[in-house]
């Protein structure tokens, strides 16, 4: 059974860093390209970032280059975000999420159940 | 930036009908586009990839069409379970823009 956990979350002041885990386990990690997607408090899902099987192609949202880095470790099955001068409208719930193939299609066929990251002072 | 501008924002029909929702892009997306369920208080749930293509385990009354910039995601008799918010989500000139349409809500008339 694919499971994917998010881990990390929680309340952070403008301008401050949080970093979130997930954990993933029951497919073969390395085979796959991860994504983060956020969804701020009764809004729309909004992709943040994504990264290939072996972290050679990554992207992001226009609203978190330059301050968010994806990354990945195949040898512990986790992707991570480094999220880096957090403002208010960063307050969402981050999914974890796994594409259906090791290249980027952004077809995210498994999520995680969120880390809520709450940016306020 | 590629915009992704779903209709109707509310679509109200009863079990038994047909769905046609539709997801526009401001430029051509090829087939990048997939669509996505989501129910209160659940996580999305793939229903269709590459345009045309069902994700695994989604019924068959689900299906998408289209190619460029207009797309369709039709649900042919809708089921108790489908009323929910679609969204759908287009790949485009990667890296790095994948974007996601606002959404249609779909409830029971």
């Known amino acids: 059974e694919v499971q994917l956990v998010e881990s990390g979350g929680g309340l952070v002041q403008p301008g401050r860093s949080l970093r979130l885990s997930c954990a993933a386990s029951?497919?073969?990690?390395?085979?796959?390209?991860m994504h983060w997607v956020r969804q701020a408090p009764g809004k729309g899902l909004e992709w943040v970032s994504g990264?290939?099987?072996?972290?050679?192609?990554?992207g992001y949202a226009d609203s978190v280059e330059g301050r968010f880095t994806i990354s990945r470790d195949n040898a512990k099955n986790s992707l991570y975000l480094q999220m880096n001068s957090l403002r208010g409208e960063d307050t969402a719930l981050y999914y974890c999420?796994?594409?259906?193939?090791?290249?980027?299609?952004?077809?995210?066929?498994?999520w995680g159940q969120g880390a809520l990251v709450t940016v306020s002072s | 930036e590629i915009v992704l501008t779903q209709s109707p924002a509310t679509l109200s029909l009863s079990p038994g009908e047909r769905a046609t929702l539709s997801c526009r892009a401001s430029?051509?997306?090829?087939?990048?586009l997939a669509w996505y369920q989501q129910k209160p208080g659940q996580t999305p749930r793939l229903l269709i990839y590459e345009a045309s293509k069902r994700a695994t385990g989604i019924p068959a009354r689900f299906s998408g069409s289209g190619s460029g910039t207009d797309f369709t995601l039709t649900i042919s008799s809708l089921e108790p379970e489908d009323f929910a918010v679609y969204y759908c989500q287009q790949r485009s000139n990667w890296p790095p823009e994948i974007t996601f349409g606002q959404g249609t809500r779909l409830e029971i008339k």
């Open positions: 029951g497919f073969i990690f390395d085979d796959y390209a």
């Open positions: 990264i290939s099987w072996n972290g050679g192609s990554i």
């Open positions: 999420g796994k594409d259906i193939d090791s290249v980027v299609t952004a077809s995210v066929d498994y």
């Open positions: 430029q051509s997306i090829s087939s990048y």
